[in-house]
């Protein structure tokens, strides 16, 4: 407490919440897709953050990863702001933060190996035997030691996810930010993902975010649930606590309700008035 | 009135923007050239693939203008009774101009194209942003290795085109026509100069055409609005506005070079 800064700054980091998001708002244009927004991610847990399509989860994540700027509010990371840091600095916070991408977004110009060689190739002076143990025990924890010659076109897109999967782990990070993990796998593929994200999370005593619209397979990981809709919180809370809970746009989001609070409809004119214009405007 | 006027404000500003955008890009990417120095594999990959598959249609193209102007050259000569001095105008033409500006052009459409459409998809598949997230910097790691290829591979494939124009008239001029063989080469000696004609229109020129081609060429990838029909616009940019910024610059830089 003497010393203000340094004391501060070392408490928050290793205790408390890994990511604090504070009165959070983004706006892409007009639209505006996050209005004051609080988070708090636990250390050591699954997470999961779901909404609709176009609810700006993915949008979340870049603003934790500093990819985007908020155009209020604040996002700390391990105690500290990361739209604060200078650039170098938030490139090291980022060695710390694994992402998966909704694409998976492999180098497609290099082959399985290499893709899950590259953080290790550019970040550290490993030797070459030193990285090639790293990068088959990474591939071996996803299963595909056996596909490390294969290129990302030759790869489905179940497997090219689980490589994506090893490359985030591969520089040891303290969090993993998952974008949609599940989203058009089959229900093999899903079960395997899923075990993988709970495996890691508790081997290697990770943090995990997952981001996804899958209630069931989110729910039977997660061991704890944000629902945004709209550019707010809609609701927080244990799978259990969730599964009960009185709000209807959780209702609505946990049992699949086609309409509801949340519109299925983008926002527009009237459907009539479309109806009865005789041309585009 | 009105709407017009707006118009064509939107698009100023929207022309600025982009240059703007263009000067602070270019600024990154060559804050990240001297950190190449270190991984100098980076770039010898990238000239293997914007310099030397360049290479053929380079080498054809420089074969067949060689040819064309040993018998346009022959065909002007031979009135004046001048085709002795074939070698020199074959020689100064390509040195001058058509060796950097057939080549630049030639560049641009064949590696330039390829760079904008590369870097696009790379971004339009996520690949930047994925590795800005694993605390890779795109602009450096993608972009700056291969700004520096194509400003080295430039120069490189306007000699060869030069050297094999020079041969692609002799055989016309010497070999088909029956012009004297050591006139050709003898004048061609005597009047071709190391600092005109070899330095500033040959190197200089395509030194310059290189930056230009190719800074457009990584801009209008790296740029692109990331769907497909954003990195095929973009793709013709490159091309389009590379062919013209270089046949506009070699104006400007004829005029203050060769201007007695
Ligand atoms: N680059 C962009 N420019 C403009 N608007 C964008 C851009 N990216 C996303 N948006 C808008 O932001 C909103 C949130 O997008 P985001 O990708 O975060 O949604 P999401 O929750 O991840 O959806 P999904 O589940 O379909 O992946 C969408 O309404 C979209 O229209
Ligand atoms: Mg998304």
């Known amino acids: ?149 294969l290129m990302p076109r030759e790869l489905s897109g179940g497997m090219a996810r689980r490589v994506a999967l090893a490359r985030a782990i591969a520089l ?24 993988l994200i709970r495996q890691l999370n508790d081997a290697l005593g990770l943090t995990s975010i997952v ?20 550019g707010k919180i809609v609701g927080h809370g244990t799978p259990d606590e969730m599964g009960r809970a009185e709000s209807k746009w959780v209702r609505q989001f946990m049992q699949g309700l086609p309409d509801g609070p949340v519109p299925f409809h983008y926002p527009g004119a009237g459907y009539i008035d479309d109806l009865l214009a005789s041309e585009e405007p | 009135m009105i709407e017009l006027l707006r118009y064509l404000g939107r698009w100023g500003l929207g022309v600025f923007q982009r240059l703007g955008r263009g000067h602070i890009f270019v600024l990154y990417v060559l804050a ?55 070698g020199v105008a074959v020689a100064k033409a390509l040195t001058r101009e058509l060796g950097p500006v057939i080549s630049a052009l030639l560049f641009a459409g064949r590696a330039g194209s390829a760079l904008t459409a590369e870097i696009g998809l790379m971004k339009a598949t996520e690949q930047l942003d994925g ?45 088909l026509l029956g012009v004297d063989d050591g006139a050709f080469w003898s004048q061609m000696q005597s009047k071709v100069e190391l600092r005109d004609d070899i330095i500033n229109g040959v190197l200089v020129k395509s030194f310059v055409f290189g930056i230009v081609v190719t800074w457009i060429a990584v801009f209008e990838g790296y740029d692109a609005v990331p769907t497909s029909e954003g990195v095929s616009a973009a793709t013709t940019r490159t091309v389009v506005n590379s062919s013209l910024a270089v046949l506009g610059l070699d104006f400007v830089l004829t005029a203050l070079m060769f201007n007695q």
């Open chain 1, 1 to 149: 407490m003497l010393d203000q800064n340094g004391n501060h700054s070392r408490a928050a980091a290793g205790e408390g919440p890994i990511v604090e998001v504070r009165g959070l708002s983004f706006a892409r244009g007009s639209r505006i897709i996050f209005n004051h927004v609080d988070i708090d991610i636990p250390r050591g847990k699954v997470t999961a953050i779901m909404g609709p399509s176009g609810s700006g989860k993915t949008t979340l994540l870049k603003l934790i990863g500093a990819q985007l700027k908020p155009d209020a509010g604040r996002v700390s990371v391990d105690g500290v702001d990361v739209h604060r840091l200078p650039r170098d600095e938030v490139f090291e916070m980022r060695k710390r933060m694994g992402m998966l991408f909704q694409s998976g977004a492999l180098l497609t110009d290099l082959d399985v190996f290499e893709n899950v060689a590259f953080p290790l190739r550019e970040h550290t002076r490993l030797p070459g035997s030193m990285i090639r143990t790293l990068v088959l025990m990474k591939l071996e924890a996803v299963g595909l030691r056996g596909a490390r010659k």
């Open chain 2, 32 to 86: 990240g050239i001297p950190g190449l120095l270190f991984r100098f594999r980076l770039v010898v990959a990238q000239m293997w693939a914007v310099g030397v598959l360049s290479l053929l249609i380079i080498v054809v193209s420089g074969v067949f203008v060689g040819m064309v102007l040993g018998l346009q050259g022959y065909n002007t000569l031979v009135d004046f009774g001048a085709e002795e001095s074939l």
């Open chain 1, 172 to 195: 040891d990070p303290m969090m993993i930010m998952y974008d949609e993990p599940f989203s058009g796998q089959d229900p093999i593929s899903m079960g395997i993902l899923v075990q």
């Open chain 1, 211 to 230: 981001v996804s619209h899958d209630v069931a397979e989110t729910a039977s990981i997660a061991d704890y649930m944000y629902v945004i809709s709209d």
């Open chain 2, 131 to 175: 590795m800005e997230m694993m605390a890779v910097d795109p602009l450096r790691r993608v972009v700056a290795p291969r700004f520096l290829a194509g400003v080295l591979s430039m120069p490189l494939l306007a000699t060869m085109f030069t050297a094999i124009g020079v041969v692609g008239g002799y055989f016309v001029g010497v070999g």
